[in-house]
């Protein structure tokens, strides 16, 4: 299995655990917190969608790859979702108070979610393996490799879904 093999598999089971946190929720549950400043539905699905997003876009753009702009804006959810949040917002560093302003349904969730991950596919689809070890960011010391940075999105995608599957757990 190549590496490009091996990112493609691990992606493709997160929209299925999209669906599981946020199938049959109402919007006012996916928005409600377990205990004070804790992160909700909403927000660690919106988080984790908004940094595979950015992520893979900022990637992208580093290897030359053209069309691969973040569908946060792209494709209109920043309007969709209508934030009060700048629109190269993806949550790191919220506050309480801007986790709760973070609220939607289960299908703006996921059709968010969706075009992220269809378009993490193309751009996985269009890897070699040399592109593997391609710096695509300079603003660290070592610079990040593509393989580095998309294991991070990978970690945190796969640890924010799980927490919306506990917090689910929890709203029960």
């Known amino acids: 299995m190549s590496t490009t093999d091996a990112f493609t598999s691990l992606f493709d089971r997160m929209p299925d655990l999209v669906h599981s946190a946020v199938k049959d929720l109402a919007a006012d549950d996916l928005s409600r917190s377990p205990s004070s400043g804790a992160n909700t539905i909403a927000w660690l699905v919106w988080h984790l969608s908004r940094v595979e997003d950015d992520h893979v876009a900022t990637a992208a753009a580093a290897l030359g790859h053209k069309g691969f702009?973040?569908?946060w804006v792209r494709d209109g959810f920043a309007d969709r979702f209508g934030l009060p949040l700048p629109p190269?917002?993806?949550g790191f560093g919220h506050s309480a108070e801007q986790v709760a302003?973070?609220?939607a349904d289960g299908t703006l969730?996921?059709?968010y979610h969706r075009a992220v991950h269809e378009q993490t596919q193309r751009f996985l689809a269009g890897l070699g393996e040399e592109d593997w070890e391609s710096v695509v960011d300079r603003h660290?010391?070592?610079p990040v490799t593509l393989l580095a940075r998309l294991t991070s999105v990978a970690n945190e995608v796969?640890?924010?879904v799980g927490q919306a599957s506990y917090v689910r757990g929890l709203l029960s």
Do not use: F, G, I, K
């Open 109 to 111: 969730l996921e059709d």
């Open 158 to 160: 796969a640890q924010h």
């Open 140 to 142: 660290w010391d070592p």
């Open 88 to 90: 190269d917002d993806t």
């Open 69 to 71: 702009e973040q569908v």
């Open 101 to 103: 302003q973070v609220r």
